[in-house]
């Protein structure tokens, strides 16, 4: 029997229950603006080591929790151990980011990827949720993630980080039977990786759709929400007799928070370009939101952070559903004394 809660206050603003202070956390609040980090992903050797070692994994994990008030923590991994799972190859080359040895480049390529079992090649990641929810001891609740198979398939096609696409919209556009064969994989893959990270102890989960922004308004629809749907109809929402919140978040993706609203999600994350108070219009309360202070705020001096931070609260508004967070990752260069005087601020209100 896993300890009880004794933060909630994060489940139940997505749930949009009553809190008594609007819930912080911060996407990549583990990582490289931390020193402490630098130390540990130098003793790791490599990034994927650090992320297959359950010990330093929870370690980073539970690093920011040390120095900031913050009401979540979020397993430390990343977006493409799944495309890495089906054998595409991922490494990390020095300042170039992921990149794969093995990218999709064909028809026959996508036939062959396998749905890996997250017990069996992904195994790591659930001996690392597990070890960081015993670690959390019911401190704070722990949000498992994935990417979405849209910004899977972008890496996966790409063989890497792209500017123009251009390889993946052209299998988009050229090869949409093979396109929708390898997000339905993927979709598959993604849907029973969140479901054994809730088995081993995951209390929320998001997934990120980093790439989502680029596609027109009819193809976002039909190569990535209905990927995401497909997801959602498939999550486990409840274990050990608690409901499992589901966040979605696509960057880039204001203008189509309603329809991810209609997904049956709990929560969505907003980005720094669209209001909260429009997000709130457009979703028409159904639910919860996520955001969306611009990361670049950091940079400032504490005055002005407390005041975008007072500003990201005005604009939600009253009413319970307000999760706040950057509107993207944090940046590699920011100060984290700059982040613990965001966290007082949003709790300050």
Not at 68 to 85: M, V
Not at 120 to 127: A, H, T
Request: overall charge negative; hydrophobic content about 40%; glycine content about 10%.
């Amino acid at each position: 029997m896993s300890a009880p809660l004794k933060n909630d206050t994060f489940i139940r603003a997505l749930l949009k229950q009553p809190v008594d202070r609007t819930p912080v956390w911060i996407m990549r609040q583990a990582g490289r603006y931390l020193p402490e980090y630098k130390e540990v992903r130098a003793q790791a050797g490599d990034f994927m080591s650090l992320c297959r070692s359950a010990e330093l994994a929870c370690e980073v994990t539970m690093q920011p929790l040390r120095r900031f008030d913050l009401d979540a923590a979020i397993l430390f991994s990343d977006i493409l151990t799944i495309p890495d799972a089906m054998g595409l190859g991922l490494h990390f080359e020095a300042g170039e980011g992921p990149k794969f040895s093995n990218p999709i480049k064909s028809a026959a390529d996508v036939k062959a990827l396998p749905i890996p079992d997250p017990n069996d090649e992904l195994q790591y990641v659930m001996n690392a949720v597990s070890l960081i929810r015993k670690t959390l001891d019911g401190k704070v609740p722990l949000i498992g993630f994935s990417g979405s198979p849209w910004t899977l398939a972008s890496y996966m096609v790409e063989g890497g980080g792209t500017k123009d696409f251009g390889k993946v919209k052209g299998m988009m556009f050229s090869d949409p039977t093979s396109m929708h064969l390898m997000l339905d994989k993927t979709a598959q893959s993604v849907t029973s990786y969140l479901n054994a990270q809730i088995e081993a102890g995951a209390q929320a989960v998001m997934v990120f759709d980093t790439w989502g922004g680029v596609l027109s308004h009819e193809k976002y629809k039909e190569f990535s929400l209905q990927y995401m749907q497909q997801i959602v109809d498939g999550l486990k929402r409840t274990h050990d007799g608690q409901t499992i919140p589901v966040t979605l978040f696509t960057k880039n993706g204001g203008q189509w928070l309603g329809d991810m609203a209609d997904t049956g999600c709990d929560g969505l994350g907003v980005d720094w370009t669209t209001d909260l108070s429009r997000a709130k219009e457009l979703t028409k309360g159904k639910v919860a939101l996520q955001g969306n202070l611009d990361p670049s705020v950091l940079y400032a001096d504490d005055d002005t952070i407390k005041a975008e931070v007072k500003k990201v609260l005005t604009s939600f508004g009253d009413g319970p559903g307000h999760v706040f967070n950057l509107g993207h990752g944090i940046h590699q260069h920011i100060n984290p004394d700059r982040v613990k005087t965001l966290v007082d601020a949003v709790h300050a209100g």
